[in-house]
């Protein structure tokens, strides 16, 4: 079983700053990635950042420059730093884990149960 518990979020200005945490708890023995994507309302969920387990990131082009994910390997804790925050950041972030099958190897994933993060202007 896996745990997927997030952390952090709230109520901030504009320009304001905010982190948000993730530990990944249970079998994490094929843990391979982790995440934070966001969903506002009435909006599709978006990719907002990930982090593989060898440091490689990529980001949604809209935070490019001022959001950064970093990752705690022997915590399996996941960090999303947000700074230059916008009122088109305001949404429910998740946290996510990617994991392979041992025999297929085909990849899973696992979600947390969400943040609220508004920003107001």
């Known amino acids: 079983q896996v745990h997927v518990v997030e952390s952090g979020g709230g109520l901030v200005h504009t320009g304001g700053s905010l982190i948000l945490s993730c530990a990944v708890s249970?079998?994490?023995?094929?843990?391979?990635?982790m995440g934070w994507d966001r969903q506002a309302p009435g909006k599709q969920r978006e990719l907002v950042a990930r982090?593989?387990?060898?440091?490689?990131?990529i980001y949604a082009e809209s935070v490019k420059g001022r959001f950064t994910i970093s990752r705690d390997t022997a915590t399996n804790t996941v960090y999303l730093q947000m700074n230059s925050l916008k009122p088109e950041d305001t949404a429910v972030y998740y946290c996510?884990?990617?994991?392979?099958?041992?025999?297929?190897?085909?990849?899973?994933?696992?979600w947390g149960q969400g943040t609220q993060v508004t920003v107001s202007s």
């Open positions: 996510h884990a990617e994991f392979l099958r041992t025999v297929s190897g085909s990849p899973y994933s696992y």
């Open positions: 982090i593989t387990s060898g440091g490689s990131t």
């Open positions: 249970g079998s994490t023995l094929r843990l391979t990635a």
